[in-house]
Each structure stands twice: as C-alpha cells, then as structure tokens.
C-alpha cells in the first residue's frame, strides 16, 4: 500500500471548475450571480444559522452540503469559505450529477406523481 489517500471521481472535475473560473465563492457573490449559478456546494461545517440562509436565499437551486471547509480549501485553493457556487456549463452539471447524493433541499415543483393518463376524447361515452 502506498499510503495515498484515494481520489473521489468527483475531485479531478472540481480541480477543472477552479481552472475554468466557474466557482463562485461566498454568500454574497451568489447572491450577486444567481441569473449564472447552476448549484450551490456548502462545507459540512458551516454554522446552522448560515446552512439556513443559503437554503432559503437558494431555494430555486439545488444545494448540495458535502466537504469541510478544509476540505475546501485543499479542492478549490480557498481559505475560510463554507459556500461556493458552479457557474452554468457542462462541467458544473458534471461535477452536480456526482454529488447529488448530498443534495439537501428538494426541488421546488417536483415532477407530478406517476398516474394514469388522460383519456383520449375519441374514447368519452356519449351521454
């Protein structure tokens, strides 16, 4: 065994993002960039006060709770961040499909239930 610490698939797609300029970083640049935000990443240890704030001022978004902020700061080269946000782009949707397992709020208009379907007018009984 080599003594190196196992890279999550997810990693080598964040390192990219922080090439591409896609992260977005801290509550008030969000806020600030909403029209081109696809998600937000929040560490696992921000304040539960602050965890609020984002879910509520991000509700139209997903919010993803996953990774310290040291963790942060080793992914994306940033020091005291708890709230980073993905610029729309195929990466972001890249880096959003291998985290939504951490997704913390729900969509706002989720998909109707399955049911049965209409029933065609050429199939109506004549009364």
């Not at 929040?42 to 006060?49: E, F, G, L, Q, S």
């Not at 980073?84 to 397992?101: D, Q, T």
Request: glycine content about 4%; charged content about 25%; proline content about 9%.
């Amino acid at each position: 065994m080599s003594g190196e610490i196992p890279v999550a698939p997810v990693e080598p797609l964040l390192a990219r993002a922080v090439e591409s300029k896609l992260l977005l970083i801290g509550r008030e640049a969000l806020r600030r960039s909403k029209s081109h935000l696809h998600f937000v990443l929040i560490a696992t240890d921000i304040i539960a006060n602050h965890r609020e704030e984002v879910l509520a001022d991000f509700k139209h978004y997903p919010v993803v709770q996953h990774y310290t902020a040291a963790d942060f700061e080793r992914l994306f080269k940033i020091k005291g961040a708890k709230t980073v946000g993905f610029a729309k782009s195929e990466l972001a949707k890249s880096i959003y499909a291998e985290l939504k397992a951490y997704r913390i709020n729900q969509p706002l208009h989720p998909s109707k239930p399955p049911g049965s379907p209409p029933v065609p007018p050429s199939e109506h009984k004549a009364s």
